[in-house]
């Protein structure tokens, strides 16, 4: 995070520096780029201290569905920025080198049409967002199974199609539940920007971009997958409670 910063901050000096000399046209893509460095450095910090130091106030339960574990409103809002930062780059250029050229078939409206292209194929995150197709994350736990919402796709399984539950992965980590092949169902609505399902027959839960501590959550599922009878409090406050307090004994 640290250099991520520096990169930040050498980017807003530099708009800063040439703010007032002949390459002034540059202080949009200087602010550009430094705004999106914060946005990854304030999701990164989130994902790795806000959400542990909070803990699980973030998760609810609702009776008709069961303990709801949301994905960190920061992370998707986060997404949609950068995406929108990306989107403004892109166009600023592309209308910088048609200016530029003057309007001749020259190497700069070769450039500035790359570039505009770029720039609508990105902003299709945005379409999908909101069509829905892309939506915030989350992870329920029902008496009668799993359901997982990942960004554009969604994942149900019932606890008797659970096999086992397992932390994988160091800089990617991931919640990976086991489960049998003809147990789980899957609907894709966004494959190009919202992820796709794990080949392998499974719940791959981002833990990074859970809105409640990832080590909680693992324990808990865990908890669950061991214990079918205390299944049914998970339509109730009681499954909160054991969440918050950390009994998985």
């Known amino acids: 995070m640290v250099w991520l910063a520096s990169l930040a901050t050498v980017a807003f000096v530099s708009a800063f520096v040439v703010s007032s000399g002949e390459r002034s ?12 460095l914060s946005v ?18 973030a998760a609810m339960v609702l009776p008709s569905k069961g303990l709801v574990i949301p994905y960190s409103r ?3 809002a986060g997404s949609i920025t950068l995406v929108v930062l990306m989107v403004s780059m892109f166009s600023l250029a592309s209308y910088d080198l048609v200016r530029m050229s003057g309007g001749e078939a020259s190497a700069p409206v070769v ?6 292209l770029i720039g609508l194929f990105v902003a299709t995150y945005l379409v999908n967002v909101v069509t829905g197709r892309i939506a915030l994350g989350k992870v329920v736990l029902s008496p009668d199974g799993i359901e997982h919402r990942s960004w554009g796709y969604r994942s149900r399984v019932p606890w008797e199609g659970v096999m086992h539950v397992s932390p994988i992965g160091v800089e990617s980590p991931e919640i990976w539940v086991r489960t049998h092949s003809n147990m789980i169902e899957t609907e894709v609505y966004s494959g ?3 992820g796709r399902p794990p080949r392998s027959d499974g719940l791959a839960i981002q833990a990074k971009n859970l809105g409640v501590d990832p080590a909680l959550v693992y324990h ?8 079918a009878a205390a299944r049914g409090e998970l339509s109730d406050e009681s499954a909160l409670h054991r969440l918050r307090t ?3 004994a």
């Open 25 to 36: 046209g540059a202080v949009k893509y200087f602010i550009l780029f430094g705004l999106f």
């Open 40 to 57: 990854v450095i304030a999701v990164g910090c989130n994902s790795r201290i806000n959400v542990r130091k909070n803990g699980s106030k």
């Open 220 to 227: 808990l599922i865990d908890f669950y997958v061991a214990n």
């Open 192 to 194: 190009r920007w919202g």
């Open 111 to 116: 450039a500035a049409a790359v570039f505009g």
């Open 246 to 248: 950390a009994s998985f």
């Open 74 to 76: 920061l992370a998707f």
